[in-house]
């Protein structure tokens, strides 16, 4: 499975946007970045996928290299709801859907 | 949007007795659902592959005879952990691809098993 690259730790400021990085340098071209997140003692949530152009949906933005080797989720106002370990994963669609997780980072926001 | 929920939301165990865990797809049908497994300050590890109506298919290194995976309907699977040991003790999660959204996944709340 190709892997994801994160930082462990990122904080932000509430109300401020947070960029949260992931590198994917061996991406193949049937890789779909997703990104999920989990709060405190639960299951992880759905936050935002992509294939090559960049997605925006209700939760977050998704910024893709143009080369694919590295992505961007935004959240442009961070709550304190939003702290959370955010795991951005490569998804093969050929190996059945199944989701890898690597570590995440691990976004606190300071109110 | 979709939900899955997971039965119980705890239990604690002694070491050498089962334990089952199941996940519920409340409002579509899955027919295949995951299983991940998360021990404390870790990211989540998939343990198996449920299939509904065939075998599980596991990840590398997991046993299936000690985790013993059943998909007998399009909305239930079930985790059995078998002869438990407290290195067992673990936050189980399962997980099913909605079948609306191709691309996504919902998770259930996740199983904390504490083995004594």
């Known amino acids: 499975d190709a892997k994801t690259t994160q930082p462990n730790s990122m904080e932000s400021n509430e109300e401020e946007p947070v960029h949260l990085p992931c590198n994917h340098s061996t991406i193949s071209g049937t890789d779909y970045i997703h990104w999920y997140r989990q709060l405190p003692s639960q299951g992880p949530e759905y936050v935002i996928h992509g294939l090559t152009s960049n997605v925006n949906n209700r939760m977050a933005s998704l910024a893709i290299a143009e080369d694919r080797k590295s992505s961007t989720l935004i959240l442009h106002r961070a709550t304190l709801r939003d702290a959370a370990v955010y795991y951005c994963?490569?998804?093969?669609?050929?190996?059945?859907?199944?989701?890898?997780f690597g570590q995440g980072t691990e976004l606190s926001v300071k109110p | 949007g979709a939900v899955v929920s997971q039965h119980p939301s705890w239990v604690i165990c002694k070491s050498g007795t089962s334990v089952k865990i199941e996940c519920r797809s409340l409002?579509?049908?899955?027919?295949?659902m995951f299983w991940y497994r998360q021990f404390p300050k870790q990211s989540l590890m998939l343990m198996a592959t449920s299939n509904e109506g065939s075998k599980a298919t596991y990840e590398q290194g997991v046993e299936k005879d000690k985790f013993l995976i059943n998909h007998a309907s399009l909305t239930l699977s079930t985790l059995t952990v078998t002869s438990a040991h407290p290195e067992d003790s673990s936050f189980y999660i399962c997980?099913?691809?909605?079948?609306?959204?191709?691309?996504?996944?919902?998770f259930g709340p996740g199983t904390r098993l504490t083995v004594l």
């Open positions: 994963i490569l998804r093969d669609y050929n190996q059945g859907g199944k989701l890898i």
């Open positions: 997980s099913a691809p909605s079948a609306s959204e191709i691309d996504t996944q919902y």
């Open positions: 409002d579509f049908q899955a027919t295949t």
